[in-house]
């Protein structure tokens, strides 16, 4: 029975199309050409920050540079589905693979779940394994009574299955609709298009 549900951040909960933007400008390239060059970069299964090697740009920004969420990046559907889920029952958290100030940023946005964890706070990213211990330690449940939920067959579906946990994958972003051809992505426990549609699923795996 799943009886709790933990998102990850960026292309789930947040749009990163502005942010995306951004560093398309930064490198002085047309959003198409960064787009573009970021979705080869994603189906040659490369890390994202090849981009700045694909694109030839001999330097790159800072974490912190550039890469602010702002309130308007959260996805309309987030507010719906957690009211949605916390009325269900479910438990609900956030951890992803983001600098520590994204803890305060989705803190400040008053989301109504349990915590907010990053990477950087944890001291280990996605997709290593103890990241996802870390999660199951932090919300205190079996593994299989998690749900994880996010955008990244690599980073996400993948080793959150091989830790033990339920696994959603959300087709939206550039890693989701260029992952969804994956073999693995075959290996989701459930496949979405929407936050809109996850109570429902989730519930029907609960039923």
């Not at 981009?51 to 790159?60: V, Y």
Request: some cysteine.
């Amino acid at each position: 029975m799943i009886r709790a549900v933990v998102f990850d951040v960026g292309g789930t909960l947040v749009d990163e199309s502005r942010v995306l933007g951004q560093w398309a400008a930064f490198l002085g390239v047309e959003p198409g050409e960064f787009f573009a060059t970021l979705g080869a970069v994603i189906e040659r299964r490369e890390h994202h920050r090849r981009i700045f090697d694909a694109l030839q740009s001999g330097h790159e920004p800072a974490a912190d540079q550039l890469f602010r969420y702002e309130a308007g990046d959260l996805f309309p559907d987030v507010r719906p589905c957690l009211e949605e889920l916390r009325q269900g029952g479910y438990r609900v958290a956030i951890a992803g693979n983001q600098p520590s100030w994204t803890e305060a940023f989705l803190g400040d946005l008053e989301l109504g779940v349990e915590f907010v964890a990053s990477s950087h706070s944890w001291g280990v990213s996605k997709p290593d394994a103890a990241f996802f211990e870390r999660l199951v330690a932090e919300v205190g449940l079996s593994a299989r009574e998690i749900a994880y939920v996010g955008d990244r067959i690599d980073n996400d579906v993948v080793p959150a299955l091989d830790a033990g946990l339920f696994t959603v994958f959300l087709r939206r972003g550039p890693w989701g609709y260029v992952q969804a051809s994956w073999p693995e992505a075959e290996r989701a426990d459930l496949r979405i298009e929407s936050l809109a549609e996850l109570l429902e699923a989730v519930a029907t795996v609960r039923a």
